[in-house]
Protein backbone atom coordinates (compact mmCIF):
# COMPACT_ATOMS: atom_id res chain seq x y z
CA UNK A 1 0.00 0.00 0.00
CA UNK A 2 1.36 3.52 -0.60
CA UNK A 3 0.75 5.79 2.44
CA UNK A 4 2.37 9.23 3.31
CA UNK A 5 3.41 9.90 7.03
CA UNK A 6 4.11 12.98 8.69
CA UNK A 7 5.59 14.28 11.48
CA UNK A 8 6.62 17.53 13.21
CA UNK A 9 3.43 18.85 14.58
CA UNK A 10 2.88 20.36 18.48
CA UNK A 11 2.25 22.96 20.34
CA UNK A 12 3.70 26.38 20.48
CA UNK A 13 3.51 30.22 21.37
CA UNK A 14 2.76 32.53 18.70
CA UNK A 15 5.59 33.67 17.56
CA UNK A 16 7.19 30.70 17.35
CA UNK A 17 8.45 27.89 14.65
CA UNK A 18 7.82 24.36 13.80
CA UNK A 19 9.04 22.11 10.87
CA UNK A 20 6.88 19.45 9.20
CA UNK A 21 8.15 16.21 7.76
CA UNK A 22 6.32 14.09 5.16
CA UNK A 23 7.44 10.91 3.75
CA UNK A 24 5.99 8.63 0.81
CA UNK A 25 6.45 4.68 1.32
CA UNK A 26 5.00 1.59 -1.06
CA UNK A 27 5.28 0.84 -4.81
CA UNK A 28 5.63 4.46 -5.97
CA UNK A 29 6.97 4.73 -10.01
CA UNK A 30 6.76 8.22 -9.81
CA UNK A 31 5.83 10.92 -7.63
CA UNK A 32 4.29 14.38 -9.43
CA UNK A 33 4.24 16.61 -6.79
CA UNK A 34 3.98 16.83 -3.13
CA UNK A 35 2.51 19.48 -0.45
CA UNK A 36 0.83 20.57 2.10
CA UNK A 37 -2.86 21.27 3.04
CA UNK A 38 -4.31 22.31 6.81
CA UNK A 39 -8.21 21.89 7.94
CA UNK A 40 -9.63 23.21 11.42
CA UNK A 41 -13.13 21.80 12.37
CA UNK A 42 -16.20 23.02 10.45
CA UNK A 43 -14.13 24.29 7.60
CA UNK A 44 -13.00 23.04 3.96
CA UNK A 45 -9.55 21.70 3.91
CA UNK A 46 -7.04 24.52 2.38
CA UNK A 47 -3.76 24.21 0.72
CA UNK A 48 -1.03 25.88 2.29
CA UNK A 49 2.00 24.74 -0.05
CA UNK A 50 2.97 22.39 -3.44
CA UNK A 51 6.29 21.72 -4.67
CA UNK A 52 6.79 19.41 -8.01
CA UNK A 53 9.19 16.92 -8.55
CA UNK A 54 10.90 19.45 -11.11
CA UNK A 55 10.71 22.23 -8.01
CA UNK A 56 7.86 24.26 -9.01
CA UNK A 57 6.51 25.97 -5.29
CA UNK A 58 3.09 27.60 -4.96
CA UNK A 59 2.39 28.65 -1.43
CA UNK A 60 -0.96 30.40 0.01
CA UNK A 61 -1.61 33.69 0.53
CA UNK A 62 -1.81 33.68 3.92
CA UNK A 63 0.98 31.94 4.92
CA UNK A 64 3.39 33.35 2.06
CA UNK A 65 6.61 35.02 3.89
CA UNK A 66 6.45 33.12 6.84
CA UNK A 67 6.10 29.22 5.44
CA UNK A 68 8.63 27.54 3.18
CA UNK A 69 8.32 24.49 1.67
CA UNK A 70 11.26 22.36 0.77
CA UNK A 71 12.43 18.78 -0.51
CA UNK A 72 15.40 16.32 -0.88
CA UNK A 73 14.77 14.70 -3.83
CA UNK A 74 11.77 12.56 -5.05
CA UNK A 75 11.01 10.10 -2.96
CA UNK A 76 12.38 12.17 -0.09
CA UNK A 77 10.88 13.68 3.17
CA UNK A 78 9.22 16.68 1.82
CA UNK A 79 9.90 19.40 5.06
CA UNK A 80 6.91 22.54 5.54
CA UNK A 81 9.38 25.10 7.62
CA UNK A 82 6.96 27.32 9.34
CA UNK A 83 7.70 30.31 11.44
CA UNK A 84 6.45 33.50 13.14
CA UNK A 85 3.13 31.07 13.58
CA UNK A 86 -0.42 32.99 14.68
CA UNK A 87 -3.05 31.12 16.27
CA UNK A 88 -4.89 31.38 13.15
CA UNK A 89 -2.12 28.40 11.64
CA UNK A 90 -4.07 26.18 14.33
CA UNK A 91 -4.96 23.19 12.21
CA UNK A 92 -4.54 19.70 11.46
CA UNK A 93 -1.74 19.63 8.36
CA UNK A 94 -2.11 17.03 5.85
CA UNK A 95 0.61 16.02 3.53
CA UNK A 96 -0.53 15.24 0.02
CA UNK A 97 0.63 13.66 -2.91
CA UNK A 98 0.43 12.94 -6.82
CA UNK A 99 1.66 10.02 -8.00
CA UNK A 100 1.63 7.13 -10.61
CA UNK A 101 1.98 3.45 -9.36
CA UNK A 102 2.57 2.46 -12.94
CA UNK A 103 4.40 3.96 -16.03
CA UNK A 104 1.15 3.58 -18.20
CA UNK A 105 -0.88 4.67 -15.01
CA UNK A 106 -2.77 8.55 -14.66
CA UNK A 107 -2.31 10.26 -11.34
CA UNK A 108 -3.89 9.27 -7.70
CA UNK A 109 -3.75 11.57 -4.82
CA UNK A 110 -2.48 9.79 -1.68
CA UNK A 111 -3.68 11.66 1.55
CA UNK A 112 -1.21 11.52 4.86
CA UNK A 113 -3.32 10.78 8.22
CA UNK A 114 -2.42 14.64 9.56
CA UNK A 115 -0.36 15.95 12.39
CA UNK A 116 -2.39 18.30 14.73
CA UNK A 117 -0.79 22.08 14.82
CA UNK A 118 -1.49 24.10 17.69
CA UNK A 119 -0.48 28.09 18.03
CA UNK A 120 -1.00 29.57 21.67
CA UNK A 121 -2.07 33.27 22.59
Known amino acids: QVHLVESGGGLVQAGGSLRLSCSAS????????MGWYRQVPGKQRELVAT???????NVADSVKGRFTISKDNAKNPVYLQMNSLKPEDTAVYYC???????????????WGQGTQVTVSS
Open 96 to 110: YASIRVLATSGLSGV
Open 51 to 57: ISTGGRI
Open 26 to 33: GRIFSIDA
